[in-house]
């Protein structure tokens, strides 16, 4: 069974940073892309940052510059450094990717339970 499982979530002041983590249950290697997701109250969900396979990354405008998403396949985990943290960042924030929970079968959609970040001003 696949499952992401999302941490270094917390309460924050303003300009602070934090380091999320997501760890698959299963490989990562053959992931064509992982990526973060946040969504705050009354909003929709919104992609923060994606990282392919070969290392491409991309981040949505809101966060360039602040944030930064690596993935370290040897140990099956995602992260996503975030500094200068803003009062509008405050979200819960998913890990999500398609991975398979076999070495050669298809993958799918997986969605992490998510990691509450909340920045007070």
């Known amino acids: 069974q696949v499952q992401l499982v999302e941490s270094g979530g917390g309460l924050v002041q303003a300009g602070d940073s934090l380091r999320l983590s997501c760890a698959a249950s299963?490989?990562?290697?053959?992931?064509?892309?992982m990526a973060w997701y946040r969504q705050a109250p009354g909003k929709q969900r919104e992609l923060v940052a994606s990282?392919?396979?070969?290392?491409?990354?991309d981040y949505a405008n809101s966060v360039k510059g602040r944030f930064t998403i690596s993935r370290d396949n040897a140990k099956n985990t995602v992260y996503l450094q975030m500094n200068s943290l803003k009062a509008e960042d405050t979200a819960l924030y998913y890990c999500?990717?398609?991975?398979?929970?076999?070495?050669?079968?298809?993958?799918?959609?997986?969605w992490g339970q998510g990691t509450q970040v909340t920045v007070s001003s």
């Open positions: 299963v490989s990562i290697r053959r992931s064509s892309k």
């Open positions: 990282i392919t396979d070969r290392g491409t990354t």
């Open positions: 999500n990717g398609a991975l398979s929970p076999s070495v050669f079968g298809p993958t799918s959609e997986y």
